[in-house]
């Protein structure tokens, strides 16, 4: 117990100052750090986040083969774009650093952009709505539009606390078949070609689940939406000329929110 509390001093070292990180980076390595912030603060401000707990990674804009993570131990509304630590595909950190990344944030960066070029951003977070949803024998359920926006592109494992290789392994196998994967009595993984499409996915997955646990609560029969035009549907919005199913209609109205509400984020 002595050596747990002890050790890791270095958690609790601020972040490099925010002018000489940004004299060093290049173009789309300080943008990509700017919208990934935006997105830890967002989670925090709709309530998703879990304390330091969980994980946001984005992939470098102008270098695909570097990833942008977090040091472990920092709360998420007070994330800033020089806060994050640079990792290369092998999970090591390319700038010197002396702040601790969680060996489990290093996993994901590697397993899930390696096996998904298509995807630059992700979130994995532990909101009780979703969790208690991954807890049910039915899981999610089409007892709303929100779910009946995502269904199609959910999949689901088991989770597994050690992370080894048989894990790491069937971890690539199913999210590389989907945008958001569920674990069970654990959270989620939502994937995005941005940090607006991964943000909106996960708003709307926790507002899915909130519905549907909310109409169970009442002990009334359940009435799920048919699913026999699901395709149908689902392709209709994908193809709406009228708005965008991927956070681009909001996108900008969210940084107006946190400039009121929780400035900083781009520094």
């Given at each position: 117990?002595?050596e747990?509390?002890t050790?890791?001093?270095?958690v609790?070292?601020?972040?490099p100052a925010?002018?000489s990180?940004?004299?060093?980076?290049?173009?789309?390595?300080?943008?990509?750090?700017?919208e990934?912030a935006?997105?830890?603060?967002?989670v925090n401000?709709y309530g998703?986040d879990?304390?330091a707990?969980?994980?946001?990674?984005?992939?470098?804009?102008?270098?695909p083969d570097?990833?942008?993570?977090?040091?472990?131990?920092?709360?998420?509304?007070?994330?800033?774009?020089?806060d994050f630590?640079?990792?290369?595909?092998?999970?090591?950190?390319?700038?010197e650093e002396?702040?601790?990344?969680?060996?489990?944030v290093?996993n994901?960066?590697?397993?899930?952009f390696?096996?998904?070029?298509?995807?630059?951003?992700?979130?994995?977070?532990?909101a009780?709505?979703?969790?208690?949803?991954t807890?049910?024998?039915?899981?999610?359920?089409p007892y709303?539009?929100?779910?009946?926006?995502?269904?199609?592109l959910v999949?689901y494992?088991?989770?597994?606390?050690?992370?080894d290789?048989?894990?790491?392994?069937?971890?690539c196998?199913?999210?590389?078949?989907?945008q958001?994967?569920?674990a069970g009595?654990?959270?989620?993984y939502?994937?995005?070609?941005?940090?607006?499409?991964?943000?909106?996915?996960?708003?709307?997955?926790a507002?899915a689940?909130?519905?549907?646990?909310?109409?169970m609560a009442?002990g009334?029969?359940?009435?799920p939406i048919?699913?026999s035009?699901?395709?149908?549907?689902?392709t209709?919005?994908?193809?709406?000329?009228n708005?965008n199913?991927?956070?681009?209609?909001?996108?900008?109205?969210?940084?107006?929110?946190?400039?009121?509400?929780?400035?900083?984020w781009?520094?």
């Open positions: 117990m002595e747990i509390l050790r890791r001093p270095e609790f070292l601020p972040a925010n002018g990180l940004k004299d060093v980076c290049s173009p789309g390595e300080w943008e990509t750090r700017v990934l935006a997105v830890f603060r967002l401000m998703l879990d304390m707990n969980g994980a946001i990674c984005a992939r470098v804009k102008d270098n570097h990833y942008l993570l977090h040091p472990y131990g920092i709360f998420w509304d007070e994330v800033k774009a020089s630590i640079l990792i290369d595909a092998n999970g090591d950190v390319v700038r002396d702040r601790f990344i969680g060996l489990g290093i994901l960066c590697k397993w899930i390696e096996t998904r070029p298509d995807v630059n951003f992700f979130i994995h977070g532990h009780e709505e979703v969790q208690a949803v807890a049910i024998e039915s899981r999610l359920q709303s539009q929100a779910a009946i926006y995502l269904m199609p999949d494992i088991e989770y597994d606390f050690l992370e290789e048989v894990y790491g392994k069937e971890f196998d199913t999210i590389s078949q989907c958001l994967m569920l009595h654990h959270g989620y939502v994937l995005g070609r941005t940090g607006a499409e991964a943000f909106f996915r996960t708003y709307y997955l507002q689940c909130r519905v549907q646990l909310a109409a009442t009334d029969r359940m009435r048919d699913l035009f699901l395709d149908d549907t689902h209709d919005m994908y193809d709406s000329e708005y199913y991927d956070g681009a209609t909001e996108w900008l109205g969210w940084l107006r929110k946190l400039q009121r509400e929780n400035p900083g781009d520094e």
